[in-house]
């Protein structure tokens, strides 16, 4: 199963929505909590090319975008291929 990483802060109901779709699917995942880490929301901004909402999602070390973003792929069928890499 690929390496899942997600960038969330505290109260966000999007990063909240994202991590129970991970967790639905048995996925084990890495959360870093940037509430109060300016440098690693910096991190996590470089990493996602400039995009500062939250969550940040990559899987396998690739860049999936945000909730949304991350349904989205689930409603399309490719989520599941994306963590069986």
Do not use: W
């Amino acid at each position: 199963m690929a390496d899942v990483v997600i960038y969330t802060r505290q109260l966000c109901g999007f990063c909240t929505a994202a991590k129970r779709l991970l967790d639905k699917k048995g996925v084990a995942y890495t959360e870093h909590d940037a509430t109060f880490d300016q440098k690693l929301r910096q991190q996590m901004i470089q990493k996602a090319n400039g995009r500062s909402t939250f969550p940040q999602i990559f899987i396998g070390g690739r860049h999936v975008g945000g909730c949304d973003d991350l349904h989205e792929l689930d409603r399309s069928g490719k989520l599941d291929n994306l963590l069986a890499a």
